[in-house]
């Protein structure tokens, strides 16, 4: 039942006898861009950008009538957008005014070990804790996320999630679409009962939380104003679970609107990657440009989810495993552009975007193993289940190393690891879609299928995680731990 400090939002299965329609058809609620946190003017302003955070309970206006309640950062839900500087550091302030404890990861960021929000290395109520991120990386879309041991899934949906956009003076120099041209979206999936308050079960441990009715930055099927022009699209795939199959499907006509990829998790592609469709799985950022050029003013364009829900998942899921949770319904579309006013467009996407690091297989000096599968009624990795106080691998810094990737279950899991971007080597034995060879952070492994990582661990040593992003897979202990060492 009711509770303080908002966690009726967390209830689970119950009263939700009369299921609110699946979607607003209307798209009739106008999206809402995450506002950007200024630095705090105070702090030592010559060597970092300081910012302050309050986590809190709040409320977010994600569908017409009762605000839904909600713990976010500052309250608010997304949490504000920090915009940092290559090169130049950022030193972020976390209070936690919630009544739980919580951690905060940088997800993508190559940082520290003391300031990646360990899964215990918890800010208790009523206490701070200052994370220091570098931002000694390429430009890109990254996003900061609870990371709390065994809650992840239940805090994140519940409201702590928030974008962080380095930005590259390098990629300001390509002229790519800017400013309100450049808008970032956070997809996710809830289920909401009849006074908008969101339904969660944690017990969904076999495909994960799946919602019934897409959210797009914390609204409801929102729509999007545009103009005859060029916009850059930051996709995180936020949801608990679910994975994403995108077209853009223009009112009259048949054929889905073609855009280009120009960047994945870690930042710019080598070059951009014309396509119809893009898969997304949790945790996995895509930058996208959408030309609405030639689209008659008045029209709408629909953002699409033309998956069923686990398109990557193996037919025969025998031993996947878990109890609880299906896979959830089919979410049709997520939300539309209106094509609203004509406009000049100066922005371009050139040919070659980046130098971007891609190890070769030769390069490699290290390798290991990683196994996913089931363990004993929690998920597991290599056969076991995590634990905070283990070692489970260690690798060297400054060393290419190559990980084999092996999904021993039917289900598709998004293996993601801490520290650094990787290049994704291959998939199922074939080399990856042109939209997977950039920097990479999050791989979905197919179920019942193998991929490889390259990568170069570097800057810093110490304890990290790698883990599933289906984040009830990972609070259900698919997650171990990589010493970084000398
Ligand atoms: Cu986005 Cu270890 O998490
Ligand atoms: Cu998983």
């Not at 950007?36 to 977010?60: C, R, S």
């Not at 979206?185 to 495909?207: C, M, P, S, W, Y």
Request: glycine share 10%.
């Amino acid at each position: 039942g009711d509770s303080q400090d908002g966690d009726s939002t967390f209830t689970g299965g119950g009263g939700n006898d009369s299921p609110p329609p699946l979607e607003d058809r209307d798209f009739a609620t106008p999206l809402v861009v995450p506002a950007t946190l200024t630095p705090l003017a105070t702090a030592a302003a010559a060597d970092a950008d300081a910012y302050h955070l309050t986590i809190k309970p709040g409320t977010a206006q994600m569908k017409p009538g009762r605000a839904t309640p909600i713990v976010g950062f500052n309250g608010i839900f997304p949490g504000p957008t920090i915009i940092a500087t290559r090169g130049r550091p950022t030193q972020v302030t976390q209070t936690n005014a919630w009544n739980e404890r919580v951690t905060v990861h940088n997800h993508g960021h190559k940082v520290a070990a003391e300031s990646d929000g360990h899964p215990v290395d918890y800010i208790t109520p009523g206490t701070s804790k200052v994370y220091t991120y570098p931002n000694d990386q390429p430009g890109g879309t990254f996003w900061y996320h609870d990371h709390t041991m065994d809650v992840t899934g239940r805090h994140v949906y519940g409201g702590l999630a928030g974008f962080y956009i380095i930005h590259d003076p390098a990629e300001d120099a390509l002229n790519l679409p800017s400013g309100a041209y450049d808008v970032p979206l956070l997809l996710q999936d809830k289920t909401f009962n009849a006074n908008n308050t969101t339904v969660f079960d944690e017990r969904a441990i076999g495909a994960g939380f799946h919602g019934d009715t897409a959210v797009v930055n914390g609204v409801v099927n929102p729509f999007h104003e545009v103009a005859t022009r060029k916009y850059r699209f930051r996709l995180l795939n936020g949801a608990n679970a679910r994975e994403w199959q995108l077209r853009f499907l223009v009112a009259g006509s048949s054929t889905p609107l073609p855009f280009k990829v120009i960047a994945s998790d870690g930042g710019l592609l080598a070059a951009p990657v014309n396509t119809t469709t893009l898969s997304m799985a949790p945790g996995e950022r895509y930058d996208i440009v959408v030309d609405f050029a030639n689209i008659p003013v008045n029209t709408r364009v629909t953002m699409a989810n033309t998956a069923s829900s686990q398109s990557r998942d193996d037919d025969d899921r025998r031993g996947g495993g878990g109890g609880g949770g299906g896979r959830g319904r089919d979410i049709p579309s997520l939300m539309q552009f209106v094509v609203a006013r004509q406009e000049a467009d100066t922005s371009t996407v050139p040919a070659k975007l980046a130098n971007i690091t891609r190890y070769k297989e030769t390069d490699a000096k290290s390798r290991a193993n990683v196994s996913l599968s089931f363990n004993n009624g929690d998920w597991g990795m290599n056969g076991r289940s995590y634990d905070p106080g283990r070692i489970d691998l260690t690798s060297k810094l400054d060393t290419v190393t190559i990980w084999t990737l092996k999904n021993d279950s039917g289900l598709m899991h998004p293996f993601h690891k801490h520290l650094v971007e990787f290049n994704v080597l291959d998939i199922n034995g074939q080399p990856p879609p042109p939209e997977m060879r950039g920097l990479k952070d999050t791989v979905a492994v197919p179920g019942r299928g193998t991929a490889r990582i390259i990568f170069k661990n570097e800057g810093f040593t110490g304890t990290y995680v790698f883990h599933c992003h289906k984040l009830e897979h990972e609070d259900h202990r698919m997650m171990l731990q990589e010493g970084v060492t000398r």
